[in-house]
């Protein structure tokens, strides 16, 4: 069997089992496995793979059409040009939440000197740490309730060779009495009722990143609550929201914020994603 035989057979098997991107996933299946990247791949499709590549990638493919997420198999998700270690226990990054990151950037990058930013619900560390690689000034820590996922921040930012501190807690009581320039969370925000909806593969993923209570809005509630005793002068909230929650969102910070000024910011699907206050 060469390489074009088994992505044939991999599309085929993963669209019957009613896997959304069957073509992405079994090509990134291919270049982890055998080691090569996306052109090596196109371009060298008639090469014969031995019988441990297939029977590796034959597992990796049943674990798939099972419903696992890709991510998981692989033990890998891209974010923000960066390389982050997922697996149960911690949310996948999701491309949306890049337009969470370059909006807090953004605000990092305006400020002299050191700026002290918190990640809350950091989970793998995907947005902490990429601020901390990409904009090095920043003086991160990562807080998140567990320690499963703490434990994936570690790793992240170890093999990121980035510098940030990890705290262990819920929300800001992992922080005691700290002030950040710039806090930036993804809360978990999906409604409760909806949790048993969503597509077989965020099943695999932790209830507790994503349950948001009856409403989805708990865990805003209690960030607008107390952002701002942990909120420097002039200092900034990014929280990333659900679709259809960035004016509930916005109301509610500008309610227990005294902002100078406040608003949303759409992803690259027009979707309001992101809700920011400045004070
Ligand atoms: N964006 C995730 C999803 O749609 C939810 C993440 C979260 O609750 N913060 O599955």
Redesign the pocket.
């Given at each position: 069997m060469n390489i074009s035989d088994w992505l044939r057979h991999a599309q085929a098997v993963l669209t019957a089992s009613g896997c959304p991107d069957p073509q992405i996933d079994a090509r990134w299946m291919a270049e982890d496995t055998l080691g090569m990247s996306r052109s090596e791949l196109k371009f060298e499709s008639d090469r014969a793979i031995t019988g441990a590549q297939q029977a590796q990638l034959d597992a990796m493919l049943s674990r798939r059409a099972s419903g696992e997420p890709v991510q998981y198999i692989l033990g890998t998700a891209d974010f923000m040009g960066l390389r982050f270690h997922v697996g149960p226990g911690v949310?996948i990054p999701?491309q949306?939440?890049e337009t969470l990151v370059e909006a807090a950037l953004i605000a990092v990058r305006e400020r002299p000197g050191a700026p002290a930013v918190l990640d809350l619900?950091a989970g793998s560390g995907c947005i902490g740490l990429s601020i901390a690689s990409l904009a090095p000034r920043a003086e991160v820590t990562l807080a998140d309730v567990s320690r499963e996922a703490l434990e994936y921040a570690r790793r992240n930012l170890h093999e990121l060779g980035a510098k940030a501190e990890l705290r262990h807690g819920d929300l800001f009581a992992a922080v005691g009495r700290e002030k950040f320039d710039i806090i930036v969370s993804?809360?978990?925000?999906?409604p409760r009722s909806e949790l048993i909806q969503?597509q077989r593969e965020?099943r695999y993923?932790p209830q507790l990143?994503?349950d948001?209570g009856p409403d989805g809005l708990d865990l805003y509630r209690r960030i607008a609550q107390e952002a701002m005793g942990h909120l420097k002068p002039g200092g900034a909230l990014f929280l990333?929201v659900?679709a259809g929650e960035a004016g509930a969102v916005l109301e509610l910070v500008k309610s227990k914020l005294p902002c100078l000024e406040a608003g949303t910011i759409r992803d690259l699907n027009g979707i309001e994603r992101v809700v920011f206050a400045k004070i």
């Open positions: 949310l999701r949306d939440t619900c993804n809360p978990p925000y999906i969503l965020v993923e990143a994503l948001g990333e659900g």
